[in-house]
């Protein structure tokens, strides 16, 4: 076969390409949270309460969260994203925030309410999402919530793995990634965004919670 023809195998960014992806280019997803996450916070971890922002980006979600009165930890592995959301948080906000890669043991401390908003997403392959799951049970105490946001597929037809993008997952492909640690205590469907034409697509919402009979 040509290798010019040779399709490369799936997976996601690494640290040093989503430094390069933050110093290149504006990061259009990067706004406040939908409304629908903000339904759900109020109604299974109302403020205040420790959160773990994993994948924290520019750190809007994370300025959101301590808006509401959350205290914040905030983390990615993208160092120059957590350098830039640093710098445009003010110091009385009070967001810590941390170059940690999720997915290592050992580089976040436990917390009552983890979440992502767009973080799972970027994971194109079965070994990878329950990689990052298992680095959310981790960082998730026993009987703690873990809120997730990301792509989301209707039906297999419009199921898409990809590297460079979103990968839009059916509930089937999410359950299987995140059912070992945790139980689901609410799925909804809304837009990820508020961006038209950018960030309203469709995304699942899920509530879930860290069951403690596995050790990830």
Known sequence: MDDREATPPLRSLTSHEWDHTYASSPAHW????????????????????RVLDVGCGLGATARWLAERGYTVTACDFSAHAVAEADRRTAPE???????ADITRPGTV?????VLDRGV?????????????????????GPGGLWLHVGAAAPDPETALDQTYGPSWTTEETFLKAVSPWFTVVRLTMADFGRRAGITDWPARYAVLRRVDHSHP
């Open 109 to 113: 401390d436990v917390f009552p309410v």
């Open 93 to 99: 906000a009070g967001v810590r925030y941390e170059v």
């Open 30 to 49: 990067d706004e406040e949270p939908h409304p629908v996450l903000g339904g759900l916070l109020a109604e299974h971890a109302p403020a205040p309460r």
């Open 120 to 140: 799972l997403h970027t994971c194109p392959t079965d070994r990878e999402r329950r990689a990052f799951a298992a680095g959310m049970a981790r960082a998730c």
